[in-house]
């Protein structure tokens, strides 16, 4: 059964105040990992696409690198716009996906 | 390019009754999901079609079922109604032809149940 675990649960931080988010994942055969933003009362909205580790994609303040175990959504000098919920998610064999429960990241101005 | 619409938006409804919802995909797009989200439980899948055929369904009871059209549209049906069913209902498309690839939500419809 694949599983995901994010870190952590929710995030505090000051406007410029660079930090990580961390997705750790179990799967039997990776065929993508997904990272989503989600605002209130919205559905997710789609960031990057993983599939092999090594692999790193950008994305204005946002950066997402996948290793064979985890995957980490660095996030460089945010602002009080980048507030939400940033939705980790992993496809195995099945054409599903399955989510972790999410970070709730909260910018200060 | 429009993307995923759902619709309705709310819906209030009482125990027992059962409840439509409908979900328009992206433009070429043939594969439909469905995610059930609840503060609890975070989001669940629920069942995956393509071309009119379920290709992959979860861990849900019977009362939840679905469907989809020729034009790739899709809509789920959940028949007597619990409190339990109340959540945000996701629609997500995705081209359907491998698998691993991105899956694009629209807005959700709101269900509530009293």
């Known amino acids: 059964e694949d599983q995901v675990t994010q870190s952590p649960e929710a995030l505090r931080l000051q406007e410029g105040e660079s930090s990580s988010l961390n997705c750790s994942y179990t799967?039997?055969?990776?065929?993508?990992l997904f990272w989503y933003r989600q605002d209130p009362g919205k559905g997710p909205e789609f960031l990057f696409t993983l599939y092999s580790a090594g692999e790193e994609k950008e994305k204005e303040r946002l950066k997402a690198t996948l290793t064979k175990k985890e995957s980490f959504l660095h996030i460089t000098a945010p602002k009080p716009e980048d507030s939400a919920t940033y939705l980790c998610?992993?496809?195995?064999?099945?054409?599903?996906?399955?989510f972790g429960s999410g970070t709730q990241l909260t910018v200060l101005p | 390019k429009a993307g995923v619409t759902q619709t309705p938006r709310y819906l209030i409804k009482t125990r027992g009754q059962q409840v439509t919802l409908s979900c328009s995909p992206i433009?070429?797009?043939?594969?439909v999901s469905w995610y059930q989200q609840t503060p609890g439980q975070g989001l669940q899948f629920l069942f995956e079609?393509?071309?009119?055929?379920?290709?992959n369904k979860g861990n849900f009871p019977g009362r939840f079922s679905g469907r989809q059209f020729s034009n790739s549209r899709s809509e789920m049906n959940v028949s007597t109604l619990e409190l339990g069913d109340s959540a945000l209902y996701l629609c997500?498309?995705?081209?359907?032809?491998?698998?691993?690839?991105?899956?694009?939500f629209g807005p959700g419809t709101r269900l509530l149940v009293l």
């Open positions: 997500a498309s995705s081209q359907g032809t491998g698998i691993g690839e991105t899956q694009y």
């Open positions: 433009s070429g797009h043939r594969s």
């Open positions: 799967v039997s055969g990776l065929r993508g």
């Open positions: 998610a992993v496809s195995g064999s099945a054409r599903q996906l399955t």
């Open positions: 079609y393509f071309s009119e055929t379920q290709r």
